[in-house]
């Protein structure tokens, strides 16, 4: 089998999340040129804005990167089409079934990974002719699904033939190695990138990132069928008594919208969705995308290394040394 390295044509296996209003040309050709695959997130803008975010990102960077589609968009059909057309290196998708779409990115010579949050979802992607899928646990900041990473991604593993990525409460070179562990090729992280120097979105969303701790990481929406994690603000403590209070799911939909651009674009993080997973509360410093890189693959080796305090006397214990 191809590693994602070979088949994405990158130097580290470590892909940035397509983050809604966040994941501009900006960060994204900041991590491919690091070695990773940046990825610009359509969210919910029209094909013109997405066209030329490809194009601006081209201007920066010669190395492949990616968009994100997200599935529920109202432009879907046309910034599906404006992929095909820019000719990306991949396409992921989230918060659906990206099946009706597959022929069209995969006779553009698109490599085509899809988000799923189970090992159906993951055996159907499959099928339609997926080139690997991302197995995202609900640690993981936005949408989210029912399962935690731990016990998504080696389900995946074993239920597919194509790659694994693994996305969800990874922060650091740990996380990367213990998703190797559980059978993973790679992994997508976005919450680390969302400080990143090159993220262009509102320094009060850096800092509320930066200031969190291991619990701000809150679920709302659970009552409506689309859970979103975000972290603990005045919106999501009126958004859990509205849904505690019984409103329809319609209400509280409507009480949402908008709330993502309102954090992301003009920085209200009290009234706005902050958007971040569950390491939030370990991320404790703004690097550039290369310099995050390059501390997680250093931090990757030392752990697979054994150099991380305790690990050698413990594997040696295991090992009945
Ligand atoms: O998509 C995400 N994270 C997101 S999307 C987003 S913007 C948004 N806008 C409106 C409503 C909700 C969110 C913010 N964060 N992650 C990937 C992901 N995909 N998580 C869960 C899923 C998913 C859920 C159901 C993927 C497929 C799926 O399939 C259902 C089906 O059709 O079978």
Same mark, same amino acid.
């Given at each position: $089998?191809k590693t994602i390295c070979d088949l994405l044509g990158i130097?580290?296996?470590?892909?940035?999340?397509?983050?809604?209003?966040?994941?501009?040309?900006?960060?994204?050709?900041?991590?491919?040129? *690091?070695?990773?695959?940046?990825?610009?997130? #359509?969210?919910?803008?029209?094909?013109?804005?997405?066209?030329?975010?490809? +194009?601006?990102?081209?201007?920066?960077?010669?190395?492949?990167?990616?968009?994100?589609?997200?599935?529920?968009?109202?432009?879907?059909?046309?910034?599906?089409? @404006?992929? %095909?057309?820019?000719?990306?290196?991949m396409? /992921?998708?989230?918060?659906?079934?990206?099946?009706?779409?597959?022929?069209?990115?995969?006779?553009?010579?698109?490599k085509?990974i899809?988000?799923?949050?189970?090992?159906?979802? *993951?055996?159907?992607?499959?099928?339609?002719?997926?080139d690997a899928?991302? *197995?995202?646990?609900?640690?993981?900041?936005?949408?989210?699904?029912?399962?935690? /990473?731990?016990?998504?991604?080696?389900?995946?593993?074993?239920?597919?033939?194509?790659p694994?990525? #693994?996305?969800?409460?990874?922060?650091?070179?740990?996380?990367? %190695?213990? *998703?190797?562990?559980?059978?993973?090729?790679?992994?997508? $992280?976005?919450?680390?990138?969302?400080?990143?120097?090159?993220?262009?979105?509102?320094?009060?969303?850096?800092? +509320? @990132?930066?200031?969190?701790?291991?619990?701000?990481? @809150?679920? /709302?929406?659970?009552?409506?069928?689309?859970? @979103?994690?975000?972290? +603990?603000?005045?919106?999501? +403590?009126?958004? #859990?008594?509205?849904?505690?209070?019984? #409103?329809?799911?319609?209400?509280?939909?409507?009480?949402?919208?908008?709330?993502?651009?309102?954090?992301?674009?003009?920085?209200?993080? $009290?009234?706005?969705?902050?958007?971040?997973?569950?390491?939030?509360?370990?991320?404790?410093?703004?690097?550039?995308?290369?310099?995050?890189?390059?501390?997680?693959?250093?931090?990757?080796?030392?752990?697979?290394?054994?150099?991380?305090?305790?690990?050698?006397?413990?594997?040696?214990?295991?090992?009945?040394?």
């Open positions: $089998m130097s580290y296996p470590i892909i940035q999340g397509g983050m809604a209003w966040v994941a501009t040309h900006s960060i994204a050709a900041a991590v491919s040129e *690091a070695g990773g695959l940046g990825i610009i997130a #359509a969210g919910h803008a029209p094909s013109d804005w997405l066209r030329a975010e490809i +194009r601006a990102c081209k201007a920066l960077t010669n190395k492949p990167f990616g968009v994100n589609i997200m599935l529920l968009s109202p432009y879907v059909d046309e910034v599906a089409q @404006v992929v %095909a057309e820019e000719g990306v290196s396409v /992921t998708t989230g918060a659906g079934n990206p099946g009706k779409y597959m022929e069209l990115w995969k006779s553009a010579g698109i085509v899809p988000v799923v949050p189970s090992v159906a979802l *993951a055996k159907r992607m499959e099928k339609c002719g997926a899928v991302i *197995a995202e646990g609900g640690e993981s900041g936005g949408h989210i699904g029912e399962l935690s /990473t731990m016990a998504l991604v080696p389900q995946v593993v074993d239920a597919v033939d194509i694994v990525i #693994a996305a969800g409460g990874i922060g650091d070179g740990r996380g990367i %190695a213990a *998703a190797f562990m559980l059978g993973a090729q790679g992994v997508q $992280m976005g919450t680390r990138f969302l400080v990143a120097k090159e993220c262009d979105i509102p320094d009060s969303y850096k800092q +509320r @990132v930066l200031k969190a701790s291991d619990i701000d990481a @809150v679920v /709302t929406g659970r009552s409506t069928g689309h859970p @979103v994690r975000s972290l +603990r603000n005045q919106l999501t +403590r009126e958004f #859990a008594q509205l849904e505690k209070s019984g #409103a329809t799911p319609e209400e509280l939909d409507k009480f949402g919208t908008g709330a993502l651009r309102r954090a992301a674009v003009e920085g209200d993080v $009290m009234r706005g969705s902050v958007l971040a997973g569950q390491i939030s509360g370990m991320i404790t410093k703004e690097q550039t995308a290369k310099e995050m890189v390059e501390e997680l693959i250093l931090e990757l080796n030392q752990v697979l290394a054994d150099k991380i305090e305790g690990l050698e006397t413990m594997v040696s214990q295991i090992k009945n040394e």
